[in-house]
């Protein structure tokens, strides 16, 4: 174990990074490759929590936009995290992983409630937790519910694993070939410049408790691997002082 990085971490799974190829849904090989990697990172004797999106299936936001009650919209979306929870609780029981699933909902049916002593002794029995439903309110993202569950069990980290994404760029690198990917990036300088972390409410959460966010690509191979090993993947965002020690 003298290559783990991290004791414990959260890692934020995108709706979209388990449909894979697909426009819609959720696509079975994809979920059991991301399955296989979690087990992997955690044979590293790295605890892991994790939180799911729900961008594949449903975005309150957007239904919002089309007029829909944004309250109502985004219960549907904490719904939606539900769905993308069990599949992949069901990936990692298929590959021998041991796994609770806490909902901020009541869905006694199909997920534990979320207590936080729980969840946290669940991780110490090496067991991996996925929390769905967010935080369990509209108008808060599932980034947002990362950073919450990340800092509430003591994470060192907060894994921030993006579909098609190796990190943060200075610009969109599908419309600007020469943009820049940041090795290392400040909480300061991703709120100020506005780039697309992660929405500013969970940023600040991280930055007012010194939790720091690793951005990479969850397509990568053994990308989860080498985050939790703190192997060089992405970008790193941490305190002003971290950037400027070269950390």
Do not use: W
């Amino acid at each position: 174990m003298a290559d783990r990085a991290y004791r414990r971490t959260l890692l934020k799974v995108s709706g979209e990074a388990l449909m894979g190829s697909a426009s819609y849904g959720i696509d079975t090989d994809t979920v059991t490759r991301v399955a296989l990697q979690i087990k992997a990172a955690q044979a590293q004797g790295v605890e892991i929590a994790i939180v799911v999106g729900a961008g594949n299936i449903f975005r309150g936001i957007q239904a919002a936009a089309a007029g829909m009650d944004r309250a109502t919209a985004d219960y549907g979306g904490m719904l939606a995290t539900v769905i993308n929870a069990l599949a992949l609780q069901d990936a990692l029981e298929k590959n021998d992983v041991v796994v609770r699933t806490q909902s901020a909902i009541n869905v006694q049916q199909v997920a534990e409630p979320y207590v936080r002593r729980r969840a946290i002794r669940h991780l110490e029995k090496g067991r991996v937790v996925i929390f769905a439903a967010g935080t369990g309110n509209p108008y808060m993202t599932t980034d947002t519910a990362a950073a919450l569950r990340a800092i509430e069990i003591g994470a060192d980290v907060l894994l921030m694993a993006k579909h098609g994404v190796d990190g943060i760029y200075d610009a969109d690198p599908n419309e600007q070939p020469d943009a820049h990917r940041f090795q290392t990036l400040s909480y300061m300088e991703a709120i100020s410049r506005r780039l697309e972390v992660m929405d500013s409410t969970a940023l600040s959460l991280c930055m007012e408790n010194e939790l720091p966010i690793i951005v990479f690509d969850i397509d990568a191979a053994d990308g989860i691997v080498k985050a939790v090993r703190g192997e060089q993947t992405g970008t790193y965002v941490c305190s002003a002082e971290t950037v400027m020690a070269g950390v």
